[in-house]
């Protein structure tokens, strides 16, 4: 029986090593800290801008993929989250094949991705990455296409719109002309 339990310390112990490791080494390599996104946040995104079945929205740096899984339940969109977090991302895999997602996740650096299909591309980042995220956001994709921040805003371009949210947060609306 002793030995029962010390293996399963044992697995406890090396999960949770895994775990902190992952975090930290994700951390270490983008200097964001995981902060989630209240769901009644993006429920107000998804309303207000009106996100379609038709449409494909990006989450840059997805963690446990809550932002993603709820964009496809409210809207029906084609869901993609970035994340190089190595629990979060397997986390939001396993999650997606057990409810039947069609959400996809990539263990990959967002800026080196193709964002070119993007209709929707959502950031809750800090604001040392917000200048590149707006080089890339006006780089890759098309014209037309929405980029959702929250609480900290592209540096040079002038966002159409701008939202007030509960917890004193805020939401800025920029459109690919």
Request: glycine share 6%; charged share 20%.
């Amino acid at each position: 029986m002793l030995t029962f339990f010390l293996s399963i310390f044992l697995v406890f112990s090396l999960l949770l090593c895994f775990v902190v490791s992952s975090e930290f080494i994700a951390y270490l390599r983008t200097r964001v800290p995981f902060v989630p996104t209240h769901a009644g946040d993006i429920e107000f995104i998804v309303n207000k801008l009106g996100v379609t079945s038709h449409e494909i929205f990006y989450d840059l740096g997805s963690g446990s993929g809550k932002v993603v899984f709820l964009v496809e339940k409210l809207s029906g969109a084609r869901v993609k989250g970035f994340e190089l977090s190595w629990w979060t991302i397997l986390f939001a895999k396993i999650k997606a094949l057990a409810t039947g997602s069609k959400a996809k996740f990539e263990n990959q650096n967002f800026f080196k991705a193709d964002w070119s299909e993007a209709d929707y591309i959502y950031a809750y980042l800090f604001p040392p990455l917000m200048g590149r995220v707006e080089q890339k956001f006006l780089a890759d994709c098309k014209p037309g296409s929405i980029a959702i921040v929250r609480d900290f805003p592209f540096p040079n371009m002038k966002y159409s719109d701008k939202y007030f949210l509960p917890k004193e947060h805020e939401i800025y609306v920029y459109r690919k002309l």
